[in-house]
T-cell receptor, first 109, second 117 residues
């Protein structure tokens, strides 16, 4: 079953702008992960944030986690055309990962 | 980093035939592998979890006789779609877990696009 809900479903931005997407989930989690998927391809792991962490950075990525609200956000700063992809949050429920519906990001040159 | 190889990347078959998809962990032992299905512009839906040497655990609503999973070694899991029909057309993705318990290290294959005519 699908645990995470993401918004927006789609996002179109100009190169150089920031992209923010949100993920909400329902149950307790061990950690939350963000993945990128280029069209017709597999998933690439971007970043993991543990349940006891509130914010994490990796390059141009910034992830926040609010366990009280059961939500997370992914910020991509200074976007590039190569960032065009679908982004999924995944909640680690120990026995499996459950993926959100995804946000499709289009970065216009 | 760790690599998971999934093969074939694309397959077109006639209705009624069976299709086998392979998922290999190339440089680590995968005690657990997961199989997902993804429809266009939708999320990944977990189909089943397979542990090496034991029967796969299927998610609710997934027909185990339709989607046969074999995980006979620590580096190979296979998904066989038996008697495929057009409604089985989808994107199938495997992932492999390096550790026995943690999902912090999951590596994904590049996916298989199945088209059933």
């Amino acid at each position: 079953s699908q645990q995470g809900e993401e918004d927006p479903q789609a996002l179109s931005i100009q190169e150089g702008e920031n992209a923010t997407m949100n993920c909400s989930y329902k149950t307790s989690i061990n950690n939350l992960q963000w993945y990128r998927q280029n069209s017709g391809r597999g998933l690439v792991h971007l970043i993991l944030i543990r349940s006891n962490e509130r914010e994490k950075h990796s390059g141009r990525l910034r992830v926040t986690l609010d366990t009280s609200k059961k939500s997370s956000s992914l910020l991509i700063t200074a976007s590039r055309a190569a960032d065009t992809a679908s982004y999924f949050c995944a909640t680690d429920e120990l026995v499996k990962l459950s993926f959100g519906a995804g946000t499709t990001v289009t970065v216009r040159a | 980093g760790a690599v998971v190889s999934q093969h074939p990347s694309r397959v077109i078959c006639k209705s009624g035939t069976s299709v086998k998809i392979e998922c290999r962990s190339l440089d680590f032992q995968a005690t657990t592998m997961f199989w997902y299905r993804q429809f266009p512009k939708q999320s990944l839906m977990l189909m089943a979890t397979s542990n090496e040497g034991s029967k796969a655990t299927y998610e609710q609503g997934v027909e185990k006789d339709k989607f046969l999973i074999n995980h006979a070694s620590l580096t190979l899991s296979t998904l066989t779609v038996t008697s495929a029909h057009p409604e089985d057309s989808s994107f199938y993705i495997c992932s492999a877990r390096a550790g026995r318990e943690s999902n912090e290290k999951l590596f994904f294959g590049s996916g298989t696009q199945l088209s059933v005519l």
